[in-house]
């Protein structure tokens, strides 16, 4: 739910939900310049926001950048694989009590969606983590940062971007890989439920191969196959035992 919290806010950030409360500080204001900033919410660079007075002169750079379209993306993936990650949740919350379904229906119908959807939810997690590590790196230098504004003349803006510092450049970037990390923590518990999942699956299909029941006219054979040696019983047998157990109970 938290991430999903998180995404949907990206989302209206990047419609402009939250221009007037993103200039409030610089580093809000620079992680809107790097991730949020659409066409429809401003086209120029506010310097005073920065913390960079007395400037007028604007960039030349693109109405939208490759890593805003990108954290766009990454919303949208993630609020999709998350809506999916709490429906599939309640599935396997229901494979526990459902005896209606063999054990390997019940894997492929209500186990296996959750396994897939956790795989997917991890790739999208790492592969998230490398853009926004990069990043990190790129933008320590005032080069690497105009690179990912895309500034088309960066030599005319070089002192400006110097006088921004270094954690408001680098900060923005972080905000993002902790988010989409989950913190670290939630992208450990990630990983343990989906080969969690992975394992608790095969671990049923295994249940189900190893008593089997063989319906053979009108007898009914059951057979054990952890334990072969026991051999099989007939339905006069069985029903032969049941009767033994309720007169020992009654003695």
Known sequence: MIMLTLSISAILAY??????????????YMTFLLYFRSSECESSISWTNLGVPNIQQQPNMPEETSAVFRTFIFAISYVTLNGLLLITSIMLLMSIKQQSLSRSSLFGILVMPFVVVSFLTLVLDFTALSFYSFDIYQHST???????????????????????TRNVRIYPAIILLSATSKLILFLILSILSFFGGLLGGRKMSRSAKHRIIIINDSNVVTRDNRNPNRGSQTQSQIFEMMGNRRNSIRN
Not at 16 to 25: I, K, Q, R, V
Not at 142 to 164: D, K, S, Y
């Open 15 to 28: 419609f402009c939900m939250f221009y007037e409360t993103m200039l409030s500080t610089p580093l809000s």
């Open 142 to 164: 005032p080069q690497g940062l105009m690179e990912t504004l895309e500034i088309r003349n960066p030599n005319l803006f070089l002192i400006q971007f110097q006088a921004i």
